[in-house]
């Protein structure tokens, strides 16, 4: 018997160690994905709060549906943006999204593909050969773009 509780004691005590070993990991797995998902989040929640509080008319910002606009005029919780000359929007401070600083280029340029580039002129050309009475004019360049 004296071989027996010899047994059970060197299997509880490894036992022991596991369960305080794997305990010890399920706590690592959430403070590191405290420091690297909640944290950083609320990090940006606190900027942007911030950056909603100081808005000023004259500031250019981007709203959270991808509109850039100027503040004209900010009432209470409530910021009338102009987004077009002559324009006025009357938006929640909460949709601003960010206030843009003047050295960032606003996105207001289209840009052209090289690849559409190099199909412009072959549209151009096909469209001199299209006959002059098809009914849709500029498609009539390929068979499979002539579907009735």
């Given at each position: 018997m004296g071989s027996f509780t010899a047994v059970?004691?060197?299997?509880?005590?490894?036992?022991?160690?596991?369960?305080?070993?794997?305990?010890?990991?399920?706590?690592?797995?959430?403070?590191?994905?405290?420091?690297?998902?909640?944290r950083p989040q609320r990090r940006r929640q606190q900027q942007a709060q911030q950056q909603q509080r100081t808005l000023t008319p004259g500031a250019q910002v981007r709203t959270t549906a991808g509109m850039y606009a100027t503040v004209?005029?900010?009432d209470g919780d409530d910021v009338i943006l102009e987004v077009a000359p002559g324009v006025d929007v009357r938006m929640m401070r909460r949709a601003v999204m960010e206030v843009i600083s003047s050295g960032e280029p606003?996105?207001?340029?289209?840009?052209?593909?090289a690849h559409d580039e190099e199909y412009a002129d072959d549209d151009a050309e096909s469209a001199e050969e299209a006959p002059a009475d098809s009914p849709n004019g500029d498609r009539a360049k390929s068979g499979k773009d002539n579907v009735f």
């Open positions: 059970v004691a060197a299997t509880s005590g490894k036992s022991g160690s596991s369960s305080y070993t794997f305990l010890l990991l399920i706590v690592l797995v959430f403070v590191g994905f405290y420091f690297l998902m909640i004209t005029a900010v606003e996105e207001t340029e289209t840009v052209t593909d």
